[in-house]
Nanobody, 125 residues
């Protein structure tokens, strides 16, 4: 599967952005898809993810309530709605996918074989 992330940009604190991860391939519905982010000088961290059919979602504890992940298998798309953005949300956001059962490893970037190119999100006044 090939992934392409888009939707990043610059926004003021308190603003919103919606990121999209478009996937190629006919077997998209068999992949778990997770958004990660990486700020300068920091490790890549889990933001939110969705299991294969999209009925199961998971979030970084600190982001629950502000970020919402959604999935449309018919469109091969996973989206991340980010609200009430803060300067500390500034990072490059990546979508990643795997067709392995990784429930215990879902926060580990090395568990994902497929990555999009990343999209920059900057929250600044």
């Amino acid at each position: 599967v090939q992934l392409q992330a888009s939707g990043g940009g610059m926004v003021q604190p308190g603003g919103s952005l919606k990121l999209s991860c478009a996937a190629s391939g006919d077997s998209f519905r068999t992949y778990a898809v997770t958004w990660f982010r990486q700020a300068p000088g920091k490790e890549r961290e889990l933001v939110a993810g969705t299991w294969k059919r999209g009925s199961t979602t998971y979030y970084a504890d600190a982001l629950k309530g502000r970020f919402t992940i959604s999935r449309d298998n018919a469109k091969n798309m996973v989206q991340l709605q980010m609200n009430s953005l803060k300067p500390e949300d500034t990072a490059v956001y990546y979508c990643a996918a795997t067709d392995r059962a990784i429930s215990s490893e879902r926060s580990n970037p090395q568990a994902y074989a497929y990555w999009g190119q990343g999209t920059q999100v900057t929250v600044s006044s």
